[in-house]
């Protein structure tokens, strides 16, 4: 069965690296909570931090009541990761493999 969609909560359209892809409307608190426990996680440096790993890192710093148990967080880490390559605040690590993402210098 499909999440109601609560009209009362603001949603952002999220942007997408992938070439067609179109982004996905989500609630701004769980974005903004989401995106801020990821810029938290995700190092500078040039090893960055394997994409696998990132559900289980934001995890401590994401709010209890915008994160119940119900809500699927690593979907949310694949979205706003998604989001935040788009807008340039992080990269891939260039011939890691398995994926692994850092935070932009200067950004």
Known sequence: M??????????IRTLNVTPGSSGIRIEVP??????K?????IPRNA???AFRDLHRLVKPHLPGEV????VSVPWYVTVVKLDL????LIGRVPGA???RVRRMTGK
């Open 67 to 70: 994160y119940t148990p119900k």
């Open 47 to 49: 090893d960055g931090v």
């Open 2 to 11: 499909p999440a109601k969609i609560r009209a009362d909560v603001q949603r």
């Open 85 to 88: 390559e788009a807008r340039g």
């Open 97 to 99: 493999n398995p994926q």
């Open 30 to 35: 769980k974005y903004e909570a989401m995106k």
């Open 37 to 41: 426990a990821l810029l938290k996680v």
